[in-house]
């Protein structure tokens, strides 16, 4: 069965340090991949997403993802976080062809202690 | 543009009762879900709908049923509330950029609580 996998589960870091959060799916085909944020209280936004072309794309707030085809993996990175990215991060993914089949990881609970 | 919005925001059921989630889309959106978000579960797809007059199940559609009679009304119901479906729920919608599916936009939710 396709699966999204986020490993870690609450991530703690001070301010100023670098994030790398984990994503692995499983499918074999062509896929959409998404990062999500749900800030305390409020509902998703899209963070950024990948489609085609460079693997290394770029997205709000200073965010990061990097798709490594032959992992399997969508991993979100920030080079130096905020108070402020204090919130729930959550990694997609979608068949190309299919808009009923978005599988959702069950996300990352990032606190930033200030 | 509100974007997508729902209502109520909260609500409390007792074990039993029926009740009708609203969600609508002002951004000409054809692909509208239902999702319910659960602690560690992350969201889970109830069902979705690909245009108006359509909709299929997703991965836990058991106990719900939806209705989609305008392109810009995604109807959610429940007709006989279980603590089971205490949950927060949340709808998005999303469009087609030629054959490509983009991403989702969500609604703020509805938490519910069912005793």
């Known amino acids: 069965a396709q699966s999204v996998s986020q490993h870690n589960h609450h991530v703690i870091l001070s301010e100023a340090a670098s994030l790398e959060l984990g994503c692995n799916y499983s499918?074999?085909?062509?896929?959409?991949l998404f990062w999500y944020v749900q800030y305390p209280g409020q509902h998703l936004q899209l963070l950024l997403k990948?489609?085609?072309?460079?693997?290394l794309v770029k997205g709000i707030k200073g965010f990061e993802a990097e798709f490594i085809k032959s992992k399997f993996s969508f991993n979100l990175r920030k080079p130096s976080v905020q108070w402020s990215d204090t919130a729930e991060y959550f990694c997609?993914?979608?068949?190309?062809?299919?808009?009923?089949?978005?599988?959702f990881g069950s996300g990352t609970r990032l606190s930033i202690r200030p | 543009n509100a974007g997508v919005t729902q209502t109520p925001k909260f609500r409390v059921l007792k074990t039993g009762q029926s009740m009708t989630l609203l969600c609508a889309q002002d951004?000409?959106?054809?692909?509208m879900y239902w999702y319910r978000q659960d602690p560690g579960m992350g969201l889970r797809l109830i069902h979705y709908?690909?245009?108006?007059?359509?909709?299929a199940k997703g991965e836990v559609p058991d106990g719900y049923n939806v209705s989609r009679l305008k392109k810009q009304n995604f109807l959610l119901g429940l007709e006989s509330a279980a603590p089971s479906q205490t949950s927060v729920y949340f709808c998005?919608?999303?469009?087609?950029?030629?054959?490509?599916?983009?991403?989702?936009?969500f609604g703020p939710g509805t938490r519910l609580t069912v005793l």
């Open positions: 709908s690909v245009g108006e007059g359509t909709t």
């Open positions: 499918y074999g085909g062509t896929v959409n």
């Open positions: 997609a993914v979608t068949p190309y062809s299919s808009a009923s089949k978005i599988i």
């Open positions: 990948y489609f085609s072309g460079d693997p």
């Open positions: 998005a919608s999303s469009y087609l950029t030629g054959s490509s599916y983009n991403e989702q936009f």
């Open positions: 951004m000409n959106h054809e692909y």
